[in-house]
């Protein structure tokens, strides 16, 4: 009799070791992460009437989470941007001649995956020497690659500027998001 009392108690001891030794402990608690992080194309020239594509940016996403959260990048989930503090940017001298710029997100054979014509009437309500492209496209086009961040894990951004009629020097293109990732 004493040893079919032993027997459920070795059984439910052996389950409880083999699902503890099963979990993943590396896993971290669900958390959330709020960060704003910019992608800058700076000191472009553009000769008029030419394109330009200036270098392909690269951002990891441990490189854009907060110090204290880096090690939880594998395992963000997803991410919800603030639209009011999310937008592209255009400075520099001349830019009211520029014809079209276009922000691509690649994939990883540099193949754009999204592509945004940013809207070049947008002025800077605080700032007239400026483009500030906050509209609904461009913030749809801002979440996408903060979707994309989320679920590759980095992402690939170019720019590409027609310039109008005169030459443009020291241009700066900055695509800013502010995002809550989670895992």
Same mark, same amino acid.
């Given at each position: 009799?004493?040893?079919l009392a032993f027997f459920p108690s070795l059984l439910a001891t052996l389950m409880i070791v083999l @699902?503890? @030794?099963?979990k993943d402990d590396n896993t971290p608690p669900p958390?959330?992460?709020t960060t704003a992080f910019?992608?800058?194309f700076s000191n472009i020239s553009v000769l008029k009437n030419y394109q330009a594509t200036p270098p392909t940016q690269s951002k990891q996403l441990a490189d854009i989470l907060t110090y204290a959260n880096k090690d939880k990048a594998p395992y963000v989930k997803s991410v919800e941007i603030q639209l009011s503090d999310s937008y592209i940017t255009v400075e520099g001298s001349g830019f009211e001649t520029l014809r079209n710029i276009t922000?691509?997100?690649l994939d990883s054979s540099s193949k754009p995956v999204y592509s945004y014509n940013v809207n070049l009437d947008s002025v800077s309500p605080s700032d007239s020497s400026k483009v500030k492209d906050s509209t609904?496209? @461009?913030?749809?086009?801002?979440?996408a690659v903060?979707?994309?961040l989320a679920t590759k894990k980095s992402i690939n951004m170019q720019i590409t500027l027609d310039a109008g009629d005169q030459d443009l020097?020291?241009?700066?293109?900055?695509i800013h998001t502010n995002a809550i990732f989670s895992w």
């Open positions: 009799m004493k040893r @699902c503890s @030794c099963s958390g959330t992460d910019n992608i800058i922000v691509n997100l609904n496209p @461009c913030v749809t086009f801002l979440n903060a979707n994309y020097m020291g241009l700066t293109v900055t």
